[in-house]
Structures are given as C-alpha cells and as structure tokens.
C-alpha cells in the first residue's frame, strides 16, 4: 500500500462528481484525477458513501457503475478501517458535534497518520493543516 507523499486520500466530493456528469464539479474532479500519478486511497467508509450519494442523487446503474470500478480499477486501493482508525475517528466526531461527517474524520484520522494529502472538494479539511487538492 503506497504511503506519504506517493498517494492522496480521495473524498466522496470528488468521486461523486467524478461519477455524475451533472455536477458542477465534473469536470474539475476528472482534471484532478487524471493529473494523479500514484493510486489513490480510498477508505471504505468513503466508498459506502459514494456509492450511497450516487444512488440517492443520479441513478442506482450510476452507482452500481462507480462501485464496480472503484473496485476493480488499479488507481483506487480500497483500505478496510482498522479499530484503532475508527476509535479515533469516533472521537473525533463527538468532539467536532455535527461540523464533519462521520466518514470526513476517519479521513482526517488516516490522512494526519500517514502524513497524506487529500483531494476533496470540502475546504474544512485545512482546519486539520491537511494538504488538500481541490
């Protein structure tokens, strides 16, 4: 599994539009992608998420399509939240009340451990001094 400044962590900001062609940040979130070198991070909160949205905010065949590729697609390395990682962003999460979603703090818990950027479209990851690629 890549690690440090080989890899981001990617947020269901960017995949969700990165899947929905109607999204204002389509073509923004395709730029983003294509201009990674590395496989991307993904946590598997943030995939449940994603297809989620997607099936809420487009089509199930458009998350049933995103969740096919996310997971056979070489570019994303789906990571299984450890106990340790969860705890942590359990904590996290009751200390920051409502201010970030559940699947936003274990983002922060891996991405503050492993020293990683993240690409999401969501600013408030810079409360955390986390390299975001927006």
């Not at 929905?20 to 389509?26: I, K, L």
């Not at 809420?56 to 399509?65: E, G, N, Q, W």
């Not at 996290?92 to 020293?115: G, H, N, T």
């Amino acid at each position: 599994m890549p690690t440090g400044n080989n890899t981001a962590i990617v947020d269901s900001s960017v995949l969700v539009a990165f899947f929905n062609r109607n999204d204002e940040f389509f073509d923004r979130a395709n730029e983003i992608l294509a201009s990674q070198k590395a496989p991307l991070l993904l946590q598997d909160i943030v995939f449940h998420e994603t297809v989620a949205l997607l099936r809420k905010r487009v089509s199930k065949s458009v998350a049933t399509k995103a969740a096919q590729e996310l997971t056979t697609s070489a570019f994303f390395r789906l990571q299984i939240g450890t106990l340790e990682v969860v705890a942590e962003a359990v904590n996290l999460f009751v200390e920051k009340k409502a201010k970030y979603s559940f699947a936003d703090c274990v983002i922060v818990v891996v991405a503050l451990r492993q020293k990683m950027p993240v690409i999401s479209f969501d600013r408030h990851f810079r409360d955390f001094k986390i390299t975001l690629i927006a």
